[in-house]
């Protein structure tokens, strides 16, 4: 009877559990947590901070700091993924503001393993039957999912990782909130700015990078797909998949310490040296690919106790960029260590696309000036590369370049892989290893241009033009000798063009408007009729002619300041 009476009670709670779940789901629309936004930025006075000009910048930046991260910590994990990213950011934010949002890399305070279970009921309905037993504390908390330690009826020790309960519906409403604030806000960017800077396209990247978070599946995916680059390197290692669904994914166990904590003894120097070695050139592969991992940092990296392999962990945030800008970030960053800074800023044009508002010249000169100090630079000093990439970012921004959009994820790992190197074994460029790989970029680079399906597509386009070049050179004579030869020239307006344009002739139209109603207003006013009941008429709609018209003028006027600020 205990025992029925305890079970009893048990799926009475969950079912509290699940209902109050459900309830919680239905509650979040993007209209609620835009106010919900908005409240807690009140409340912990950002905007009051923002306007504030009493205090010296880095007090400033630093309340800041502190302010928004307590904000991102209220609002969830969309929020407390926004500020890691800006933290990865820190060659474009103000030192002190970063400094106060980096305990968002610690663990998030995790939720109760009853909340966990309610998901891996519902994505494993079966999951009693496939492991002994799980750890209900957690061994790391995230701000989209919480990772238990678990035993397989097989003995088999396993690492689980649930995603939490409500993050998919917070990050789909908190993603339409601010795609709604953003498509208002980018209406006041000046002409360049928009034309440059693809805002939504960057939201979508980011809210496709944290959705694939989201999906075990996909994470799953890309360790399967990265642990055949990676087999060929004997330090390197990548946990194998045991079990996975969109919500729950179920992984080798890792005994170790991560890059940051492993004991200084444990390695010797030149394990470290070949570990490291290992990671540079596996990074280098994986980014010639088109695929990058875009979060591993050190606490993603761990030292196996017992075979002291170096595994990869947190394949969530991935993604790919065109081979074609991989190439020339590489060609750009070993041009510049051997000095070759025009060549270098060529390679790097082939990266950032300039568009009518950019100076050529400018641009590159700047480019110069810049990659003169990376010649010589080691990955311990400023002159690193993971800065020398956000930098070239930078500079191609206030030149109204456009930036590829996957371009700002690529850099933040290649950042991190530089940073780990650092980690790892600092007596070793990191730099000096990339150029060791200057064989495989190479082999790379020739396998793409030259292969099978590039030459066929040549030897066709080649043939083609050969087979119909003089059929074409004869029609051309013929047009020329009865004088038939016509151009047809099709010039159409930009968008940027059109809208300005359309906006001069609107303000055109309610100027001329407002001098009719003006005119007609005095006229009005000032007319003096015999009959005094139509002077009085006369007069009351001359005076409101008056006020319109001036309405329209002051619309005008705050139009044309708008459009300047």
Excluded at 372 to 386: A, E, K, L, P, R
Aim: glycine letters at 4%; charged letters at 25%.
């Amino acid at each position: 009877m205990a025992g029925a009476a305890v079970k009893s009670s048990q799926a009475k709670s969950k079912a509290n559990i699940r209902e109050k779940i459900a309830n919680e789901r239905q509650s979040i629309t993007p209209a609620r947590r835009f106010r919900a936004v908005s409240k807690t930025l009140v409340k912990h006075g950002i905007l009051h901070i923002l306007k504030d000009r009493s205090r010296d910048e880095e007090s400033r930046y630093r309340l800041l700091g502190q302010r928004l991260r307590l904000a991102f910590q209220e609002l969830g994990p969309t929020y407390i993924k926004l500020g890691q990213v800006m933290l990865t950011r820190q060659e474009l934010l103000p030192d002190a503001l970063t400094r106060e949002l980096e305990p968002l890399l610690a663990e998030v305070p995790p939720i109760d393993f009853a909340y966990m279970e309610v998901v891996l009921d519902e994505s494993m309905p079966n999951w009693r039957d496939e492991f002994d037993f799980i750890h209900p504390v957690p061994i790391g908390s995230a701000s989209l999912a919480q990772v238990y330690q678990a035993y397989l009826q097989d003995g088999r020790r396993a690492a689980v990782k649930i995603v939490r309960p409500l993050a998919r519906k917070l990050f789909s409403a908190d993603i339409a909130a601010i795609r709604k604030l953003v498509g208002r806000l980018q209406r006041f960017f000046p002409v360049e700015l928009r034309e440059t800077l693809d805002v939504k396209g960057l939201l979508q990247d980011y809210y496709s990078s944290s959705m694939n978070e989201l999906d075990m599946r996909l994470e799953a995916e890309a360790m399967n797909q990265q642990r055949q680059y990676c087999d060929e390197f004997a330090t390197l290692h990548i946990p194998q998949v045991y079990c996975v669904t969109p919500q729950v994914l179920v992984m080798e166990y890792i005994d170790g310490w991560n890059l940051k904590d492993f004991p200084v003894d444990f390695l010797t120097f030149e394990e470290r040296l070949e570990r490291m070695a290992d990671l540079a050139h596996y990074y280098v592969k994986m980014f010639l690919k088109g695929f990058y991992h875009a979060d591993p940092h050190g606490s993603n990296i761990m030292i196996e106790r017992t075979t002291k392999r170096a595994v990869i962990l947190d394949w969530g945030m991935t993604g790919r960029m065109d081979t074609l800008h991989t190439e020339a970030i590489f060609r750009m960053l070993l041009h510049i260590r051997v000095n070759q800074a025009e060549d270098a800023a060529e390679s790097a044009l082939d990266i950032y696309e300039p568009t009518i508002y950019t100076h050529p010249v400018q641009l590159k000169d700047q480019l110069r000036s810049l990659f003169i100090h990376y010649t010589d630079s080691h990955q311990g000093s400023h002159y690193n590369w993971g800065n020398l990439l956000f930098r070239t970012i930078m500079i191609a921004l206030k030149n109204h370049c456009r930036i590829p959009t996957g371009l700002a994820l690529w850099a933040k790992g290649f950042s991190a892989a530089e940073g780990n190197a650092r980690w790892l074994c600092p007596e070793i460029s990191f730099h000096d290893l990339v150029e060791t790989a200057d064989v495989q970029i190479v082999r790379d680079w020739m396998s793409r241009r030259l292969n099978y399906h590039t030459n066929a597509a040549l030897l066709t386009e080649t043939a083609k033009l050969a087979t119909t070049f003089p059929r074409r050179l004869n029609k051309i004579l013929e047009h020329l000798e009865w004088n038939k030869l016509q151009f047809t020239i099709d010039a159409q307006l930009s968008q940027v063009a059109q809208r300005n344009l359309s906006r001069l002739t609107n303000r055109v139209a309610f100027a001329f408007l407002a001098g009719i109603l003006f005119l007609g207003g005095a006229i009005l006013i000032t007319s003096r009729g015999g009959n005094f009941e139509f002077s009085l008429m006369a007069h009351r709609i001359g005076m409101i002619a008056l006020s319109a018209s001036a309405l329209f003028i002051l619309g005008v006027i705050w139009n044309a300041l708008r459009a300047r600020l």
